[in-house]
Nanobody, 115 residues
Framework: QVQLVESGGGLVQPGGSLRLSCAAS????????AAWHRQLQGKERELVAT???????TYAESVRGRFSISRNHAFNQVYLQMNSLQLEDTAVYLC?????????WGQGTLVTVSS
């Protein structure tokens, strides 16, 4: 059974940076697609960024130019580099990957932007 494990969240001041990681565990796989979402308690989950096996990326308007999604060569790890963090970026960040045609989610990692 494949699981996604996120890491890299934490507390950062406004204007700071964090790098999130998401790795597949449990079985050797290659994602068909992957994405980062975020969710604040009581709010809808928001798509932040996506990446394809070919490396094509998309971003939410709210993070474009500040965040960057990337992948490793085997496409079983994805990353989210977050720069110029703002208070409104505070959320639980969740990784989603398509594995063997099925979307699976990680457990999430909390990012708190606060002065």
């Amino acid at each position: 059974q494949v699981q996604l494990v996120e890491s890299g969240g934490g507390l950062v001041q406004p204007g700071g940076s964090l790098r999130l990681s998401c790795a597949a565990s449990g079985r050797l796989v290659s994602f068909r697609a992957a994405a980062w979402h975020r969710q604040l308690q009581g709010k809808e989950r928001e798509l932040v960024a996506t990446i394809t096996p070919g490396g094509a990326t998309t971003y939410a308007e709210s993070v474009r130019g500040r965040f960057s999604i990337s992948r490793n060569h085997a496409f079983n790890q994805v990353y989210l580099q977050m720069n110029s963090l703002q208070l409104e970026d505070t959320a639980v960040y969740l990784c989603k990957a398509n594995v063997f045609g099925r979307d699976i989610w990680g457990q999430g990692t909390l990012v708190t932007v606060s002065s």
